[in-house]
T-cell receptor, first 115, second 113 residues
Framework: ETGVTQSPTHLIKTRGQQVTLRCSSQ?????VSWYQQALGQGPQFIFQ???????GRGNFPPRFSGLQFPNYSSELNVNALELDDSALYLC??????????????FGNGTRLTVT | SQQGEEDPQALSIQEGENATMNCSYK?????LQWYRQNSGRGLVHLIL?????REKHSGRLRVTLDTSKKSSSLLITASRAADTASYFC?????????????FGQGTELSVKP
């Protein structure tokens, strides 16, 4: 069983640019969630995708958008980057079964630095 | 905003001692989960306790949940240097907006050999 993989591991961008982060879900998982983790903080929920549609969103502006593909891989896109977007971006996959409470399996994240 | 609040923020103990971390939250929950994060890495799921459960064990881990006080504790017994990491509690609210897990700020545990 392959785990959750994210790419790239590190990225440096300039304020105002756009960035795309990628995630491959763990095999057998049909749901992917994205989290932003600032230094020294807990992860903050950005959004979740299930069956290629966004089915939940946290307090993030529309310039944060995402996609989930038929093979359950996913992308996080951020437009018009701001300095405060510098953080570790974590992707997590899970199985959305009947109980709705399966744990998340996280990748190792993409460290984004905006200068 | 983050609803989980962990206490203490940092904990330093000797190998072999027990470590206790506490978590408080504000909303009604479906379940509460604990995760561990080694520096700069992803989070690893440790244990999940549902709102109708009061205590759960997994190896050296013991989790308690008190929904009347909206609090939980994680006990790691006979700690090892390899347990050094940050530990986060996360709650799944009953309203369960798209599976949104709300994480706390974390407890940084240091276990000295």
């Amino acid at each position: 069983e392959t785990g959750v993989t994210q790419s790239p591991t590190h990225l440096i961008k300039t304020r105002g640019q756009q960035v795309t982060l990628r995630c491959s879900s763990q095999s057998g998982h049909n749901t992917v969630s994205w989290y932003q983790q600032a230094l020294g903080q807990g992860p903050q929920f950005i959004f979740q995708y299930y069956r290629e549609e966004e089915n939940g969103r946290g307090n993030f502006p529309p310039r944060f958008s995402g996609l989930q593909f038929p093979n359950y891989s996913s992308e996080l896109n951020v437009n018009a980057l701001e300095l405060d977007d510098s953080a570790l971006y974590l992707c997590a996959s899970s199985w959305a079964g009947a109980s709705g409470d399966s744990p998340l399996h996280f990748g190792n994240g993409t460290r984004l630095t905006v200068t | 905003s983050q609803q989980g609040e962990e206490d203490p923020q940092a904990l330093s103990i000797q190998e072999g001692e027990n470590a206790t971390m506490n978590c408080s939250y504000k909303t009604s929950i479906n379940n509460l989960q604990w995760y561990r994060q080694n520096s700069g890495r992803g989070l690893v799921h440790l244990i999940l306790i549902r709102s109708n459960e009061r205590e759960k064990h997994s190896g050296r881990l013991r989790v308690t949940l008190d929904t009347s006080k909206k609090s939980s504790s994680l006990l790691i017994t006979a700690s090892r240097a390899a347990d050094t990491a940050s530990y986060f509690c996360a709650v799944l609210p009953i309203y369960n907006q798209g599976g949104k897990l709300i994480f706390g700020q974390g407890t940084e545990l240091s276990v000295k050999p």
